[in-house]
């Protein structure tokens, strides 16, 4: 048996960066994660650091979202000093492609309700035509009409994160045991005791970040967190000369080493997290028709993943009612919030209360309304 300030379940990059988080904040904490076996999206994902059609109808989780990429330099540079290794970021900001008059239409009117519902925060955006678009993304295809661009967008080596963090957070003295799929939470308020396989934890705060796993482990602690898979299929190239300097939407960008990292569609096929002909192909043509010169770039891996997606696709964080201390936190854009979480979010914890400008990503929103009880 052992007592530390703080477990946390999940080592992906969302339980990574908040248990590096609450470390930086001098808690002892201690990570449980299940292992290979698990969903782990912090594995197989992009890589981007995306703002740009973040929050569409909630501001709240736009200025979240854009927070964490201003805060994405100092992290990158912190984990860089602390453990030497190198997630490198790129922020020259991204584009989305469109591919007609009305899609361009269709695209600004988006831009604009991030404008508008930004209010005094602003959300600064160019629509680039065909010969703008060339300027900034040499080589663009024929059939690309222009693209909307943001400079909050970014990229970077999402494995190089996911290790930085693990590395950062052992350093700072942080506890990480692999291969410990939590089964039992016993709860009560700011008292928590978690098995996994032959581990006893107990401590006054646990926060859960399971990925997936968490949709089972939530009612333990008197929560209900909806999350679905979904699934994305990614391909990469052979290394080529840098010739992409910022990432296009719809899965197109290039690595530092030179590779396209291209894909990224979206299927609910529950959790079947196989690869498809059908998916990687509709990633290729995508690819071909923004940047023809890629048809002769050889795919050398193609691997799929599983989203982790709440009803309406914004982040879920919440402390239970029941059982305070013990708190969740979900998102389908880990990669992006994670300066947020590492900062914001674990200093919040930390202090025992998640910040106002939160609320609003709670699990209260899925609850139904007491008009709407039984109605068919
Ligand atoms: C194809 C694809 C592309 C993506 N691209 C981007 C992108 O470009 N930018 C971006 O920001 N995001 C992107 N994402 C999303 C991003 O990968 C996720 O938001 C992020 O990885 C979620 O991290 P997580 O830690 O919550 O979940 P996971 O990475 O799934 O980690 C959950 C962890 O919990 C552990 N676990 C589960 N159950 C238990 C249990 N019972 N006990 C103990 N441990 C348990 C697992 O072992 C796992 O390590 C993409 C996702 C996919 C699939």
């Known amino acids: 048996m052992t007592s530390i300030d703080a477990i946390v379940i999940g080592g992906g990059v969302v339980g990574g960066a908040l248990a590096f ?17 698990a969903y782990r999206a912090s594995r197989g994902n992009a890589g981007v650091v ?16 854009r927070r964490s990429a201003e805060d994405w330099p100092n992290l990158a540079a912190e984990l860089l000093d602390g453990t030497n290794l190198d997630v490198r970021l790129e922020n020259r900001g991204g584009v989305v492609p469109y591919f007609s008059e009305e899609g361009r239409d269709k695209r600004q009117a988006l831009m ?37 661009y943001t400079a909050y ?5 999402p494995l190089n994160l996911l290790r930085a963090l693990h590395a950062a957070f052992l350093r700072l003295g942080g506890r990480y045991v692999s291969n410990a799929r939590v089964t039992k939470i016993e709860a009560a308020p700011h008292a928590f005791t978690v098995r996994a396989g032959v581990e006893t934890v107990t401590a006054p705060k646990l926060i859960l970040a399971a990925g997936l796993g968490t949709v089972a482990l939530a009612p333990s602690l008197g929560l209900s967190v909806p999350l679905e898979p979904q699934r994305g299929q990614v391909m990469i190239t052979e290394r080529v000369d840098q010739t992409l300097p910022l990432p296009v939407q719809g899965g197109i960008r290039q690595t530092h080493e030179g ?19 059908q998916g990687l192909s509709q990633g290729a043509s995508f690819a071909v028709d923004c940047l023809p010169y890629l048809a002769g770039v050889k795919v050398v891996r193609a691997w799929s993943a599983l989203r982790i997606m709440s009803p309406d696709e914004f982040p879920i964080y919440e402390q239970s009612g029941e059982f305070p201390g013990a708190f969740v936190a979900t998102c389908h854009s880990g990669v992006t919030l994670a300066a947020a979480h590492t900062y914001r979010l674990a200093k919040s914890i930390a202090g025992g209360a998640l910040p106002e400008e939160l609320a609003r990503l709670s699990t209260r929103r899925f609850e139904k309304s007491a008009a709407n009880q039984g109605q068919p």
Do not use: H
């Open 50 to 65: 995306w703002v740009q059609g973040k929050g569409y109808g909630c501001p709240e989780y736009q200025l979240w979202t």
């Open 112 to 148: 604009e309700q991030l404008r508008i519902e930004a209010g005094n925060a602003g959300f600064e955006y160019d629509m680039l035509d065909r010969r703008e678009l060339a300027r900034l993304v040499p080589g663009i295809g024929p059939k690309v009409f222009g693209a909307s």
């Open 259 to 277: 590779a396209f990292q291209l894909g990224g569609t979206a299927g609910n096929t529950g959790f079947d997290d196989r690869t498809t002909i």
């Open 21 to 37: 988080g609450l470390a930086r904040q001098g808690l002892k904490v201690k990570v449980l994660d299940e292992g290979d076996i």
């Open 153 to 157: 967008d970014g990229q970077v080596n």
